[in-house]
């Protein structure tokens, strides 16, 4: 077990300039059909309001008595990921007033991740607590869109990102709070992802058909951080899995006064809790090399996260963290090349100090 140390994407996207012409329904009588244009619907970006109501009209609203969705109108788009999914920030009209939501629209059915959210959200992370979730709102299933809480606050990595160095330990010691409460109380929904099957999982697959794609000295480097993971599943210790948020990071976590809130419940899980923790620790660190442009500028903040995640008595395999440590720096390194754009000598650097990262954290030589 580890023992106690002793040492954005930008979100939000001003759309209106940029959006196609909507596309319309004319048949009113196919309201309850799934919609036979998603895909271009997710494509563009783009939703007429009147089709939004009708396949909201018959959604019923989470916690608020059955309202009937009335009128609706998009306000912005927020994501988009091309043939996946589509988030957007609308304004709903029941006969209660309006609320301001966030929509996704997915090209699956992703009713699960409602589904998940609501068991949360019962386990103690409702909108009165101090650690929370975005709140679930509805799901068309017709659509293929969640309705949640339009979360109000900062984004952790913006904290870490411009704020002082106290701000930025506030921040950790909440990031780590609010994921030990969530280990702590809420049982496992969703997939089961064993660390040892982590190897053999389609990301990572992905990531070892692009590594041998790669030449010189640093497609060898790539390599053989990969070898060095995969020998390393080979001896993960066996721990009790639990509930997983799947991306657990500082661009997913809102603060306020009042709330620690989570949002982004897409790749929920049941899994060694190691994942989520390493996955916040080392996406930490390429935010500090991508935003403040070195790897242990925050180097302070991680300590008190994974001091503070400790402290609150859960149990933690040092190998698995390490473990998934080296997978987390792999992969935002492949990220760092492929994911972004053109490949140009900053960026390739950039990979490089997440993989030579991936080795010290084999090594023991960081945490």
């Known amino acids: 077990m580890i023992s106690l140390p002793g040492k954005v994407t930008n979100l939000v996207k ?8 909507p596309f319309s ?6 309201d309850s059909k799934p919609h036979t244009d998603l895909k271009r619907i997710v494509q563009t970006g783009v939703l007429d309001p009147d089709i939004l109501v009708k396949h909201l009209r018959h959604t019923s609203l989470y916690g608020s008595n059955g309202a009937a969705v009335k009128e ?3 306000r912005r788009v927020l994501k988009f990921h091309v043939g996946k999914r589509c988030t957007l920030e609308v304004a709903l009209r029941t006969e209660g007033g309006w609320q ?57 990595d913006a904290i870490f990102k411009a704020g ?23 049982p496992g929904a969703g997939p089961i992802c064993h660390p040892k099957d982590f190897v053999n ?15 010189g000295c640093f497609g060898d480097k790539a390599a053989r ?30 603060l306020s006064k009042d709330r620690t809130v989570t949002i982004d419940w897409d790749w929920h899980d049941i899994s060694d809790p190691a994942r989520d923790v390493a996955r916040f620790l080392y996406a930490l660190r390429r935010w500090a090399l991508d935003q403040l442009g070195s790897i242990r500028a925050l180097d302070k903040p991680a300590e008190v996260f994974l001091t503070t995640y400790l402290a609150a008595g859960l ?8 473990f998934f440590g080296a997978t987390t720096c792999l992969n935002l390194a492949m990220r760092h090349l492929f994911d972004e754009g053109p490949i140009g000598r900053e960026r390739q650097e950039k990979a490089e100090a997440m993989l030579d990262e991936g080795f010290r954290v084999l090594d023991g030589e960081t945490i």
């Open 25 to 30: 329904v004319r048949d009113s009588n196919q």
């Open 164 to 186: 002082d160095d106290t701000a930025r330990i506030v921040a950790a010691e909440r990031c780590a709070m609010w994921l030990a409460r969530f280990h702590s109380l809420v």
């Open 315 to 322: 149990p933690l395999a040092e190998k698995n963290f390490r």
């Open 201 to 215: 999982s389609k990301p990572m697959q992905r990531w070892a058909r692009k590594v041998a794609m790669l030449e």
């Open 72 to 74: 609706v109108q998009i």
């Open 100 to 156: 301001f939501l966030v929509a996704k629209i997915y090209r699956k059915d992703r009713s699960d991740v409602f589904q998940a959210m609501k068991g949360i959200r019962q386990c103690g992370f409702g909108p009165q607590d101090e650690f929370s979730i975005s709140q679930p709102v509805g799901y068309a299933p017709s659509l293929r869109c969640l309705l949640q809480e339009k979360v109000d606050g900062t984004t952790a």
């Open 14 to 21: 001003n759309s209106w300039a940029r959006w196609m012409p």
């Open 225 to 254: 951080l990969y070898h060095r993971v995969e020998g390393a599943s080979g001896s993960l210790q066996n721990v009790e899995l639990k509930a997983g948020h799947g991306s657990y990071n500082a661009a997913h976590i809102f």
